[in-house]
């Protein structure tokens, strides 16, 4: 078992940012992939945004220009850096990582993040 914690998330106006961050207790070369989802009420979990070890990154189209994926140097925190916000930003943000070589996916308990109109 990885532990993985997410803190960052709150409420904030239309067009305020917030900067998420996910926690991993787990070695750098042990890490494939982290990646930021999130699930609004009712709705399904759904990719946010991706970071590869190597640094690759990839968005949702509705974050795109939006938000920012990071990790800085060898450090196993991943963060998000989300302006612009709206209120379908409203949701549930939950950190996923995916370790290497063995295949096993670690979630995170999840952080609220809340977008008042």
């Known amino acids: 078992q990885v532990p993985v914690v997410e803190s960052g998330g709150g409420l904030v106006q239309a067009g305020g940012s917030l900067r998420l961050s996910c926690g991993v207790s787990?070695?750098?070369?042990?890490?494939?992939?982290w990646g930021w989802y999130r699930q609004a009420p009712g709705k399904q979990r759904e990719l946010v945004a991706a970071?590869?070890?190597?640094?690759?990154?990839n968005y949702a189209e509705s974050v795109k220009g939006r938000f920012t994926i990071f990790r800085e140097g060898a450090q196993t925190t991943v963060y998000m850096q989300m302006n612009s916000l709206k209120p379908e930003d409203t949701a549930v943000y939950y950190c996923?990582?995916?370790?290497?070589?063995?295949?096993?996916?670690?979630w995170g308990q999840g952080t609220q993040v809340t977008v008042s109109s």
């Open positions: 970071i590869t070890r190597g640094g690759t990154t």
């Open positions: 787990a070695s750098i070369f042990s890490i494939n992939t």
């Open positions: 996923k990582v995916q370790m290497y070589p063995e295949p096993y996916d670690y």
